[in-house]
T-cell receptor
Framework: GQQVMQIPQYQHVQEGEDFTTYCNSSTTLSNIQWYKQRPGGHPVFLIQLVKSGEVKKQKRLTFQFGEAKKNSSLHITATQTTDVGTYFCAVSGSARQLTFGSGTQLTVLP | KAGVTQTPRYLIKTRGQQVTLSCSPISGHRSVSWYQQTPGQGLQFLFEYFSETQRNKGNFPGRFSGRQFSNSRSEMNVSTLELGDSALYLC???????????FGPGTRLTVT
């Protein structure tokens, strides 16, 4: 199935600092999805990117899909304690199943 | 719209036993996927059902099986439990397999 590398694995930031997580694939992706999982919770869908070079914003979150559709990033501006959790990217291959990245665990220090 | 529900929420079993987990998808969703989540392996795809048919299967042994009923509710079964099967089992429903997934709260399985 599809393989996707997600970095970094962990990120500690001071509240108010920015945060970015990256997903990289060796193959061209048809689309990419991003999820957030709060501690003790379950993954919650954030967004799906489909087009090459696509940029979408949700308040302080900015999602980008690379021009070659092989990478994506999630950037959070001015983190807040409510941003704590693990952020996953997920990609689908020809088998129509979703493969999740290993996730980036974000800790926000007050 | 009610969300995805999973039962039971917590389960403790002994090695060698079997377990059945249940998932009720969002009304109207015909695709149900199951995932295993562990600290070491992350979120791993088990299988996906659509209209009572298994369409995709992840790289898990045959001890892991599932089914889907005509009302889209799904069950997964793990036979001959091993210690390594201890995990959070998540069910997700969607309109189609690679559309946005709506996850349930999960079943925390502990095998002793």
């Amino acid at each position: 199935g599809q393989q996707v590398m997600q970095i970094p694995q962990y990120q500690h930031v001071q509240e108010g600092e920015d945060f970015t997580t990256y997903c990289n694939s060796s193959t061209t992706l048809s689309n990419i999805q991003w999820y957030k999982q709060r501690p003790g919770g379950h993954p919650v869908f954030l967004i799906q990117l489909v087009k090459s070079g696509e940029v979408k914003k949700q308040k302080r979150l900015t999602f980008q899909f690379g021009e070659a559709k092989k990478n994506s990033s999630l950037h959070i501006t001015a983190t807040q304690t409510t941003d704590v959790g693990t952020y996953f990217c997920a990609v689908s291959g020809s088998a129509r199943q979703l493969t999740f990245g290993s996730g980036t665990q974000l800790t926000v220090l007050p | 719209k009610a969300g995805v529900t999973q039962t039971p929420r917590y389960l403790i079993k002994t090695r060698g036993q079997q377990v059945t987990l249940s998932c009720s998808p969002i009304s109207g969703h015909r695709s149900v996927s199951w995932y295993q989540q562990t600290p070491g392996q992350g979120l791993q795809f088990l299988f996906e059902y659509f209209s009572e048919t298994q369409r995709n299967k992840g790289n898990f042994p045959g001890r892991f099986s599932g089914r889907q009923f005509s009302n889209s509710r799904s069950e997964m079964n793990v036979s001959t439990l091993e210690l390594g099967d201890s995990a959070l089992y998540l069910c997700a429903s969607s309109a189609a397999a690679n559309y946005e997934q709506y996850f349930g709260p999960g079943t925390r399985l502990t095998v002793t």
